[in-house]
């Protein structure tokens, strides 16, 4: 006679938990507000440069946009081109150093185990 063999007995405590639809969710939402803010920081950073550029007066950072935007209009297509390398190289030079500062903001804040659903 064979006899049958019952799998373990795996106790709910002991058995690994799949993260639930809401806890990933809610990380691709924060994940989403960090990449978001990381943007809109680099864009404020070029801002400020400009603004710096200007003398940090309203009238210096006009005349220096106008400045940047009567030239890119002007410029043959292989200077535009170039101009576009460069400010991609910027934006992802200035968007990484962001990131290794803002590096502890990557993963929301975790919960205490067993948080406020009893789950």
């Known amino acids: ?3 049958t063999t019952s799998p373990p ?3 709910p405590a002991t ?3 799949l ?3 809401r806890s990933i969710l809610y990380f691709y939402l924060h994940l989403a507000g ?3 803010m990381t943007l809109l920081l680099t864009w404020g950073l070029f801002a400020l440069f400009f603004l ?3 003398g940090f007066s309203f009238d210096g950072l006009m005349h220096q946009l106008n400045n940047l935007s009567s030239r ?3 410029a043959s297509p292989d200077r535009v081109a170039s101009f576009k390398h460069i400010f991609v190289v910027a934006h992802l030079i200035l968007a990484a150093g ?3 500062l803002r590096r502890h903001r990557i993963l929301p804040p975790a919960l205490p185990r067993g948080g406020h659903d009893h789950g």
Request: no cysteine; charged share 15%; proline share 8%.
């Open 9 to 11: 007995d795996i106790s």
């Open 19 to 21: 993260p639930d639809a």
């Open 52 to 54: 710096a550029l200007g």
């Open 72 to 74: 890119y209009v002007a």
């Open 1 to 3: 006679m064979a006899s």
């Open 34 to 36: 960090f990449t978001a």
């Open 15 to 17: 058995r690994p938990r």
């Open 98 to 100: 962001l990131i290794v």
